[in-house]
């Protein structure tokens, strides 16, 4: 698990495919690796990955097939920048909120304008995943923890400070910009709960109003 909150930014040094998939070595910059052991847990730009190996200036990485399909690693080149986070500890404070580094979908940059001394992001999330993206919710983007400033449709809205630009790669965001997007993790277990025993079946795969009703989450219109 991580907090969404980025230590250091690290580079794609080199790229193995490897029967069939892939093996990435992450040179690592300012990240302490002194309590990295092999088989620890990185989150590399929203994704969760093992260390296989420690060559001393970064780490080396197995990254599926599933992996490469569902997130923007399998788009990177050497010389890419990456966000990185060691998982947690029992001594590390929550600072963001709860992240699995289990990419959910990949989303897209829109456009982005200065406000004050921050900027305000807009990104396009896939339409599958927008009704989990509230209003002054959490989502994390890249690994990056944030709150969800507006939501209108798939797209919504970053407030982004200055600190934020500094130490992760969204100073090198550009409109079309492709990012991992992993929604509010309770937002998804949330909805399966709600599902019931409809859960195990295939065509019960979303919130619906009638579904909600059903468990007091929607009231009558009473003539108001």
Request: charged residues 20%; negative net charge; hydrophobic residues 35%.
């Amino acid at each position: 698990m991580f907090t969404g909150i980025i230590e250091a930014v690290g580079e794609i040094a080199a790229m193995q495919p490897s029967g069939g998939d892939m093996r990435l070595r992450i040179r690592t910059g300012k990240l302490d690796l002194g309590d990295v052991q092999l088989g620890d847990s990185i989150c590399t730009s929203g994704v969760c990955l093992t260390v296989t190996e420690l060559p001393g200036d970064g780490y080396w990485c197995d990254v599926s097939n599933e992996t490469l399909a569902f997130s923007t690693l399998g788009g990177l080149s050497v010389g890419s920048h990456v966000n990185l986070e060691k998982s947690l500890t029992p001594q590390s404070r929550l600072g963001g909120h709860i992240v699995s580094g289990h990419v959910d979908g990949v989303g897209e940059v829109v456009s982005f304008e200065e406000d004050g001394r921050s900027i305000r992001w807009v990104l396009r999330a896939p339409d599958n995943l927008a009704r989990y993206i509230a209003h002054k919710g959490s989502i994390c983007v890249d690994g990056t923890s944030l709150t969800v400033n507006a939501v209108q449709g798939a797209e919504f809205d970053l407030n982004i400070i200055p600190q934020t630009t500094q130490e992760t790669i969204f100073g090198q965001y550009k409109a079309g910009t492709r990012v991992n997007l992993e929604v509010d993790v309770i937002a998804r277990y949330l909805e399966r709960l709600l599902q019931g025993e409809q859960a195990a079946n295939p065509e019960a795969s979303s919130i619906t109003e009638s579904l909600l009703a059903e468990h007091g989450f929607l009231q009558g219109n009473e003539g108001h």
